[in-house]
Nanobody, 114 residues
Framework: QVQLVESGGGLVQPGGSLRLSCAASGSRFSIYTMAWYRQAPGKQRELVASITSDGSTNYADSVKGRFTISRDNAKNTVYLQMNSLKPEDTAVYYC????????WGQGTQVTVSS
């Protein structure tokens, strides 16, 4: 139903930061609970963070205190600010609706390595 375009990934050193963006199409973006997911090689996709229409957030234990999810409804965009990055954060990061996921986008690669 919605198109999703992730961007902002790249190669960073441990301890570094990145901000990911997810641009979504559609006129009902503001009512959706949105989420960021990631998938590392050989592992299943896992939920990283979610944010409701009223701004309530949840985080996986592995990223709590380091990552911050936010949204700008006027721009149909969800963000993931990632600080204090660790090598185990290396993965392809995707965004999607939480309750009724649409087709998955291309994702954006995050590589944390020294």
């Amino acid at each position: 139903q919605v198109q999703l375009v992730e961007s902002g990934g790249g190669l960073v050193q441990p301890g570094g930061s990145l901000r990911l963006s997810c641009a979504a199409s559609g006129s009902r973006f503001s009512i959706y609970t949105m989420a960021w997911y990631r998938q590392a090689p050989g592992k299943q996709r896992e939920l990283v963070a979610s944010i409701t229409s009223d701004g309530s957030t949840n985080y996986a234990d592995s990223v709590k205190g380091r990552f911050t999810i936010s949204r700008d409804n006027a721009k149909n965009t969800v963000y993931l600010q990632m600080n204090s990055l660790k090598p185990e954060d290396t993965a392809v990061y995707y965004c999607n609706r939480y309750y009724r996921p649409s087709d998955w986008g291309q994702g954006t690669q995050v590589t944390v390595s020294s």
